[in-house]
Every structure is written in structure tokens, then in C-alpha cells.
């Protein structure tokens, strides 16, 4: 089908994909499959249609990490993103609770009302210091 020839640890083949006069496509083994581009900008999708096959049959497991894998990126970086604002909501939220119990009269307040108190500042310090807060009730 192609009369490519052996190029360093890759082989250079003429382009089936347009008028290819020099070999430009260049064909190589990757972790996954075989990795084929053309120098002279043949996309991937132009290069299978000329040699009549699917890209996934280039794929060692034969799937192809098209637009499933993009869409798993986006969704992994927009997870990754709410657990940031997550994690700045939380250290507000803590730096707020610090901030009120500091300088409050407690003299007051129900041994369980005291214990709540504390317990919150404990928890609002852990997230601050970026303890395991969990640990906390």
C-alpha cells in the first residue's frame, strides 16, 4: 500500500493524503498505536480516508482517543476548578469564623454552646493550616 523506507526509528512514505512528490508522511509506533503526520499538513482524519482505513485501527486496543478523550479532559480541568473555588470558599468561610470568635465576651454562654464554638475555630484553623479536617466533628 505504501512503499515507505526506515528513517532513524520512524519511516518516511509519500502522502496518500494529496500530490506528495518527496515522501512527507512520516510513520512512527507511539505507546498506544502508530503515529502517523504529514509535513506538508495533511490532517490525521485526510491520511486514513486516503488509505481506507478508520483511526481507530491504528490504535494498538483499537480505540481512538478522539473527541471522548476531550470531553473527559474538559470535564477532569472543570472538576479540578470547582475543587479549587471549593477549597478558596472553604478558607474564607474559615478566616470568617476566626474572625468573629476573636474578642467575644463567652462569659455567658452554655458549656455546649462553649464546646460548639471551639469546635468550629479548631475546624476553621485546620482548614487554614491545611490540616485533615475531617478529623474534626
Known sequence: MLDARKVGNAYRAKCPAHAD???SLQI????????????SGCTFEQICVALQI?????FFDGTCPGQYDLRKK???????KMERFAKIDSY???DITIMHATGIDISGWTNDQID???DAVCKARGVLEGEDVERYP
Open 21 to 23: 512528490t518527496s515522501p
Open 54 to 58: 478508520k483511526p481507530k485501527d491504528l
Open 74 to 80: 474538559k470535564r477532569v480541568a472543570m472538576v479540578r
Open 116 to 118: 460548639a464554638a471551639l
Open 92 to 94: 474564607r468561610e474559615a
Open 28 to 39: 512512527r509506533q507511539g505507546d498506544r498505536g502508530l503515529l502517523l503526520k504529514c509535513w
